[in-house]
Structures are given as C-alpha cells and as structure tokens.
C-alpha cells in the first residue's frame, strides 16, 4: 500500500499522510533516523512522549514488516486496531488467535501484506516463529516495555530474556528497546541483557508537566477519594488499591455513590477481568479501580486522573502508575493518600517475602525515597524529577506544595522528644505506643511497662497526637528511625539519630494541612482538559463527542482510535468547513479524512 516496491517512504510524509500530524516531537525523529538508516536504538522515554511513532513509522519507511514484541495480548488487539484506523496494515499474532486467524495471517505475512505486526515474547522465541521469520523480509525488531527484561524493574517476565537470540539471528535488521523506566540499573540490563551495546541511545526529560500532582494524608480515605473524584465527572480514571478485596470493596462502594466504576485484578476470572478492562479503554466515564495487575501498556490517552488509596512500593512504581493519566498532553491529576499505616503494611510485606536480604534492603531503600517524597515540603516534581538523576528547578507550579505551599516548623525539639521516647521504652514499640507515652495518655499497656513512670511520659503533651504521627513519618522519611517488622513493626533509631539528639542538626517539618472536607476541590481550579474552549465551542466539542462515541459502538472500537480528545478540541475551537481543511486538523490524517470525514463535518455544520 504506502511502499511501492523498492522505494522507501519519507518519515515527514508518512507522519502527515498517516497520521496526521505536522511534526515530529523531541527526539522523535532523530530515532527514526538511526533506525531508518538501519541502527539500533535504545528509547528512554516517559509515557506519552510518544514511543509508538519511534518504531510504527520506521516500520512504515522500510521495507518488509516491523516486528513489535509487546507483552500484552489485549493491548495489542487495541493498538493492532488504531492502526488499522490510520490505515495501516497491522495483525497480531499471539495464544488468543483461532486456527483460521492464525493462518490468514501468516499468508499476509509470507507474501509480504503486512506493515506490522505484533507478538508476544513467548511466540517469539519458539523455533516455529524463528523458522517463520527467516523467510520475511524484516523492516525491524522493536522491544516494547523493555523493562521486563530486567530483574530490577516490577515487572520481570523471564521470556523477554529469550530476545537476545534476535541480534545473532537477525544480523542486518535493526532492533530498538522501548522503555519509560528510567532507573540506570534497568538501563544497563536492557543494553546489555539484549545484546544492544551498539545502539544509539535516546534519552528525553522525564517531567510529565501536564501531571498534578497531589499527596495528602489519609483521614477518612472514601471521603477524601469522592471529593477528589468530584473534579473529575464525565472522565475516566483509575484507583490503584493494594489488594484484592480492598479493589472489589471500593468498586462496589463506588457505584453506590453514583460513580460508574469497574474492578480489575489478577484473582477475578479472566472473562470478567477483560470485559472491565475493555469497558474502560471504550468508555467515556468509568472509573477503574485496580491493583497493579492492571495498566502495564495501556494506551488509553485520555485518562484524567490516577488515584492510589495505598502506597506504592517505590518512586519508580508510582511514578510509572501515576504516567498513566494525561499521555495526550491534556491536564491530568495524579492524587494519592497515605498514613502510617502504609509504611508499616509496605515494610511488612518486604519483610515477610521469600526475597534475599540484599534485595529486601533495596527494597526498603526504595520504599524510604518515596516516602522522603510524601513528606517533602518542597516541589514535588523537583523531588520527584531528583529521584531518576534530573535537575529540576522546583516551584513547577503544577503540584500541590507548589500550589499552595506547606508550612513548616523548627521540629528538632520535637524530633529530639519523639526519638528520645524510642530509646527509653528499649526500642521495642510502634508508634501508637509511643505517642501514648508523649502525650501521657495512660492506658494498659503504658502501665503494665511501666512506662508512665518514665520522663519521657507526657514530655510531648503540648503537641496533638496526630502531629507525632506525621513527626514519626518524617523522621522515617528523612531515614532517622526505621520500622523494625521482625520486632512486629516496633521503631528503632538509625545511625543519623545520634547527631540530632547533641543538637549537631536541626530538622524542619511540614505542617499537615487538616483535611477539611472538601478543600481541595473549592480552592483549586478544576483541572479541565476542555477549560480552554469558549463557552460555545464546549458544546460543539460535546457534539463532536457524541458523534465519536456514535461510531465507536458501531464499529467496536475505543472512541480514541477514531480521533483523540486533543483532536476534537482542535476540531471544536477551529471548525473547519471542508476535507482539505479537516485535513490540516493535528490527528487528521487521509484515512481518516476518507472514513470520518464527513461525519464531523457535519457535526460542525449542524452546529452552526
Ligand atoms: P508512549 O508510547 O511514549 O507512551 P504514545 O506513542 O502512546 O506514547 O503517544 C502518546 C500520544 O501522543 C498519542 O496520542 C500519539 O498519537 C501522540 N503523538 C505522538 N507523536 C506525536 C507527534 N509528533 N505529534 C502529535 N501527536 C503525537
Ligand atoms: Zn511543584
């Protein structure tokens, strides 16, 4: 179809004609390039900065077909779908396909009418596949969520080991890993476990500035989960929830508060797990709550919002769970809240795992830094950004300490108080134990230990119990005490300890804004992906949406494969009057024109 046999297609013309873009972004084409002219690359980039153009259109521009290893089989129906809408020639091959799918599409592949096609890694390495391969001509090899090949990353899969093979079996075809984890230990295992120590590689900023972040303390959770969800009527989102029974609990609980939602984890049968996995990518309005088990290589672009009612195990996860909201640029909200409750829960599952020591400390390292990042005073993004080795400025203005600033207080008395009430009860007590002691709140057990005979007892009266919680969280954040799990969660003092207790460092603490009900949603502005739209062009963005959703059930297929949101915006706030004009839309590309064209244009007509 785009190739005419021998001549190669330019990447600015298929960009264009296919997609319907009018330029490449960031380093965008200079991947293209090295892999157009037959490199390898290695693709370090965050979620959204769009990753798929890096190998959909070399694949496009070379001859033979582009082969995407991808490890999700229903992701890979979805995105084998979009392409198809651009109208490109895409199948998948994988364990779902029927006997007489399957050979439908070899044929296409064996005479050469396929631009892509997507595998799993599992298929990939099995002989069959190899043998397959060696007959076609390749245009490239491209390792989507390359991160699974390493052991460092949380989503280890054993068989993107296999994918070594590639290099030796493939010599002159080139291969590109793509990635948005950052970390340079998974780095170095993606260069080297894939053999691409030739590649060229690519890096971008990992900002995601279209992202708000928010962190607050957990008070009641449901409440504080429906005032921030009140920001967000008539979009999609997701609720990350530790377990299992916490996600069923909260989707069923949801519905009972009118909100349409949906649960997702590894325990539910498979039926009903992808059912609610597909209601999610082709809806408009449906709220997803889920454990991690759900997200990896979803390309749904316009979720607005990621919501975690339990910590995440590192920065590293909430940073690539939080990536799923706003990869269309649009404004997104990343909310989390979190407690005490969730380093001790955290640390006790590191603790109780089968891992080795050397793995359970740099898990209990990784967990620390996040923490560090819930109790910083200062731009989050900074301390985010910090966290994977980039400078950021801070005051990024889009996150909710540089929102609304955080006060802070000289808390190293307090600091000196709580640590010293460690020490004298033997290192053996929780923090709810310990603030009984500070604030001389006399119970069985401050009795029976003897301990309100202590002077420590009452020393901290002046200061509200729910102050030493966040004081003990914030010594935990800054790795001056830890939560000892083999002592049934019982805080002890670490080396730095020592220099505040002789007043060698002082220690300032942020103030725990007070839940207020509903704050949050009345002092901040609505984070609106349409707010920029006059009053009129909202309406005919509606319009453009229900015409989108029309054709969507129609065709069975996600609303976004037919046009983006940042499209119908484009489409609302300029109303083209004609195809050619249509065409100069960003998402518009001439398939598109061909299919949707009139559909739309009508809409905006009608609209007067
Ligand atoms: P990633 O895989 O890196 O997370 P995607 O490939 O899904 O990102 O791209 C994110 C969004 O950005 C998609 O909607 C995509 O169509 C859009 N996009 C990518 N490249 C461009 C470009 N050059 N111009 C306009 N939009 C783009
Ligand atoms: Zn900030």
């Known amino acids: 179809m785009l190739l005419p046999e021998l001549t ?32 390898d690359a290695v693709v370090l980039f965050p979620t959204g900065a769009g990753k798929s153009l890096c190998y959909q259109v070399p694949a496009l521009c070379r001859k033979g077909v582009g082969v995407v290893i991808s490890p999700l089989i229903a992701l890979m129906r979805d995105q084998v779908e979009a392409l198809k809408q651009l109208g490109v020639r895409a199948a998948a091959m994988n364990s779902s396909l029927s006997q007489e799918d399957f050979i439908a599409t070899r044929r296409a592949l064996t005479r050469g ?39 460092w990353g949380h989503d280890f899969r054993p068989e993107y080991r296999a994918l070594d093979r590639l290099a030796e ?36 900023s990992f900002d995601r500035p279209n992202i708000t972040y928010e962190i607050v303390e957990r008070a009641q959770p449901r409440r504080q989960l429906l005032d921030f969800l009140s920001r967000h009527k008539g979009e999609s989102g997701i609720v990350y929830c530790l377990s299992r029974a916490k996600v069923e609990e909260t989707a069923e609980w949801l519905n009972t508060q009118g909100i349409r939602a949906l649960a997702y984890h590894a325990g539910m049968a498979r039926e009903v797990r992808d059912a609610n996995q597909d209601a999610f990518l082709k809806e408009d309005e449906l709220c997803l709550v889920a454990t991690v088990a759900f997200g990896m290589g979803i390309d749904k672009p316009d979720v607005r919002y990621v919501a975690h009612l339990d910590l995440p195990g590192s920065v590293e996860a909430y940073y690539q769970e939080t990536g799923r909201a706003g990869r269309d640029g649009l404004p997104a909200d990343a909310w989390m809240v979190y407690g005490m409750a969730d380093v001790t829960q955290r640390g006790r599952m590191i603790d109780r795992s089968a891992a080795a020591d050397e793995i359970k400390r740099v898990e209990r390292a990784k967990l620390n830094a996040l923490l560090g990042i819930c109790e910083t005073a200062d731009c989050r993004r900074q301390a985010i950004l910090a966290h994977f080795g980039e400078k950021h400025g801070g005051r990024c203005g889009n996150c909710d300490t540089c929102l609304s600033p955080v006060e802070t207080w000289d808390g190293t008395e307090a600091a000196i108080k709580a640590m010293a009430a460690i020490y004298r009860t033997g290192e053996r007590f929780g923090a709810g134990h310990l603030i009984d002691v500070l ?9 029976r230990f003897g301990h309100t005979a202590m002077p420590v007892f009452g020393a901290g009266k002046d200061i509200a119990p729910k102050t030493w919680q966040s004081v003990y969280r914030q010594l935990l954040a800054k790795g001056l005490i830890r939560v000892d799990h083999e002592a049934y969660g019982a805080l002890k003092l670490e080396e730095g300890a020592r220099a505040v207790f002789r007043h060698e460092q002082s220690l300032r603490f942020r103030v725990d804004r007070a839940p207020k009900g509903k704050a949050s949603s009345g002092t901040r502005k609505r984070n609106d992906a349409k707010a920029a739209l006059s009053e009129q062009d909202q309406s005919l963005f509606e319009a453009l949406r229900a015409t989108r959703t029309a054709l969507a059930k129609e065709l069975a297929v996600p609303p976004y494969v037919i046009f983006p949101d940042t499209t119908l ?19 518009v590309g001439k398939t598109k024109l061909q299919r949707y064209g009139a559909e739309f244009l009508d809409t905006i007509r009608a609209h007067g």
Do not use: W
Not at 173 to 201: F, G, Q
């Open 569 to 587: 915006i484009a489409l609302a706030s300029h109303r083209p009057g004609s195809a050619e004009a249509m065409l100069e839309i960003q998402g």
């Open 8 to 39: 190669l297609a330019e990447p600015l013309a298929v960009l264009k004609e296919i997609y319907g873009y009018s330029e490449f972004r960031g380093k965008q084409a200079a991947v293209i390039d090295q892999v157009v002219s037959g490199g």
């Open 113 to 151: 009418e396929l631009d892509l096609l997507y595998v799993t890694p599992e298929r990939v390495a099995t002989a069959g596949f190899m043998e397959m391969m060696r007959d076609l001509q390749i245009a490239l090899f491209a390792i989507d969520e390359a991160h699974c090949v390493s052991q």
């Open 169 to 204: 079996a493939f010599p002159g075809v080139p291969r590109m890993a793509l990635t948005a984890t950052a970390d340079p230990h998974t780095r170095e295992d993606i260069i080297e476990r894939l053999a691409l120590t030739n590649a060229a590689v690519f890096t971008t």
């Open 439 to 447: 604030t001389g709140n006399e119970t069985e057990r401050t009795e």
